[in-house]
């Protein structure tokens, strides 16, 4: 049921990256990424105010009764830097090269976290009979990436592996939040971070952008504002299966999903079909599949 949901996150990422991809092209990155936060925040709060809930729990505790750390609440900030790296690279590179070489990055920083039990995540060591399946994943990345051919393609790319370290670090720090006040503050906490750290990004950087007008509420493309909305669904179920599924899995659970959904969302709006990122993408499920056999079969 948990690698499902992770391949349903995986769909709902695509679809959030279209809109907030929109939403950067008609607004600015800055601006873009505060109304992001800002839409977000308000749906949050709205499920809250449903539920009856404070928004902040008061003397939370981590399992051992301490205090929560001060650095399970920056997971929003980090996905600021998430959406920062991306935008970035974004024109550089090809997106197959971007999303492959973000998946090189979740997949190394993952491994990390499973091996160490990173910030308190359950340790999931190595198994070196798990190396012919990640060989098999690294030539679907490799297929998927093309373009390498100036500075700026360069630093593209290291952005790219950026976006995906902090896509991990930034999943692992929600996940372990929601574990002790709830998922739905951890959201709300995720939300605010985030608009803390988006806010004086405008100001200072983004001060030359075109800003938000009300009025492109009312219009045919009104719907590319609920990337927010689709973000809090993302963290929610993010939070759900982060804690259940070791984060290795769990990244590449996510890619397929994205692959999958990218490739039906191209063929249906520009009758455009990828079959590099086709055979990129079953490499990289043929590996995951391998491997989680061999977990199935050392568990017996």
């Known amino acids: 049921m948990y690698y499902f949901l992770a391949l349903l996150t995986g769909v709902l990422i695509t679809v959030m990256v279209a809109f907030n991809g929109n939403v950067t092209a008609r607004h600015g ?18 499920l809250l105010l449903a539920k009856r809930e404070k928004p902040i729990l008061r003397g939370a505790t981590t399992e051992d009764g301490r205090r929560i750390p001060l650095f399970m609440y920056l997971g929003g900030a980090v996905g600021v830097i998430t959406v920062i790296f991306t935008n970035f690279a ?49 030539c679907g990345i490799g297929v998927m990436v093309t373009d390498f051919g100036d500075n700026a393609a360069i630093w593209a790319a290291i952005a790219a592996f950026g976006t995906g370290a902090s896509i991990v670090t930034s999943r692992v720090l929600n996940a372990r939040l929601a574990v002790h006040i709830g998922t739905r503050r951890g959201v709300f906490m995720t939300h605010i971070t985030g608009l803390l750290v988006a806010l004086p990004l405008l100001f200072i950087l983004g001060r030359g952008e075109v800003g938000f007008n009300v009025d492109y509420l009312f219009t045919p493309m009104f719907f590319i504002y609920l990337g927010g909305m ?42 455009v079909f990828s079959v590099t990122n086709l055979i990129g993408g079953s490499l990289v499920a043929i590996g995951l599949f391998a491997n989680v056999m061999v977990d199935k079969l050392s568990d017996k």
Request: with cysteine; charged share 10%.
């Open 90 to 138: 974004f024109g550089s590179i090809s997106v197959s090269a971007l999303m492959a070489l973000g998946l090189f990055g979740q997949s190394l920083s993952a491994i990390a976290v499973d091996q160490f039990g990173l910030f308190g995540m359950a340790r999931h060591p190595f198994n070196r009979r798990k190396i012919i399946g990640l060989a098999l994943m690294l």
């Open 230 to 271: 689709l973000g809090v669904i993302v963290i929610t179920l993010d939070n759900v299966t982060a804690v259940r599924i070791p984060a290795f899995y769990l990244a590449l659970m996510l890619f397929v999903g994205q692959v999958g959904a990218g490739l039906a969302v191209d063929f249906v709006i520009d009758r």
């Open 29 to 46: 990155m800055y601006t873009a990424t505060v109304v992001i936060h800002a839409v977000g925040l308000l749906c949050v709060s709205f």
